[in-house]
């Protein structure tokens, strides 16, 4: 017998399980391939016509709000690159007002969920949102991360994977893309003790729909990291958005993983990885990279891989596995 579509907030068994009702129009003038609308239409989805969206400075807002249109069916903020955490907080806590003064019903639940690209988290916005953190506002904040400034010309952010070519790490006699490890922004925001913080990606969607069903109803603020496809900036063929991102997730190179209340657990196991070579080949941004720079790219993985399985407290994510060549 098939399983019926759910409401709001509620978990899932199979993909056909997830609401019909979108909560943000077609039409947008988004790139072809881009990852962030799977994200997006499935977060609404999950949160319900109750919702409350703050947007800071980036592509999402962009392509959205093309004068005098709007693709976003509940109430949507637009602020600067630096303060999303800022006015979510502000959003809350005047829900909190009203609902006190009796202006709002006190048991009415109204979500408000920021959507932040990496630059406007992990560089830019990092104050307002490490102190949304520390006020414990009921906030979720989704990091659409594509790893790299796209909206302003694909400028490198301190999410831009060792590597990666960007406008501001090119590729030429001294330079051969970027020379920095990106920041773990799942370990800064468990550093700030939030009751829920976990990495999602639009090519598992039950598993991400259910994370987000978490964050959604956790009692403090949540922080999910998504990993966001960019075929403009990463240089692929906009139809293997799903692809690049499950390639991402099979070598390593993106852990799929939750920290909910203390506890850590690994929710995509990868007991055998492929070789990052595999997630680099399919992506122009690496094009350039020398033998020498794929094998530091693995050690990065490998370290990261290492760390994670430690947190978990048994290994998960198994060893690179060569395929034989026939």
Sequence with gaps: MAL???GPMEPIRTHMQIPREELIAPGHSACQGC???IIVRHLLKAAGPNTIVVNPTGCLEVVTTVFPYSSWKVPWIHVAFENGGSVASGVEAAIKSLQKKGIL???ERINVVVFAGDGGTVDIGFQSLSGMFERRHKVVYVLLDNEAYMNTGIQRSGSTPYGAWTTTTPVGKRWKGEWRVRKDMMQIA???HVPYAATINPAYPVDMYNKMVK???AEGPAFLHAYSPCPTGWRFDPSLTVEVARMAVLTGYWVLY?????NYKVTVPVLKRKPVRE????QGRFRHMTEEQIKKLQEIIDEQVEHINKL??????GPVVEEQKK
């Design 4 to 6: 019926k579509e759910v």
């Design 35 to 37: 990852g962030h609308f």
């Design 105 to 107: 019903p006190k048991d």
């Design 190 to 192: 468990v550093a700030h």
């Design 215 to 217: 964050a959604l109803k």
């Design 258 to 262: 939750e920290y909910d209340h203390g």
């Design 279 to 282: 997630f680099v080949k399919m």
């Design 312 to 317: 978990v407290g048994k290994t998960v994510i």
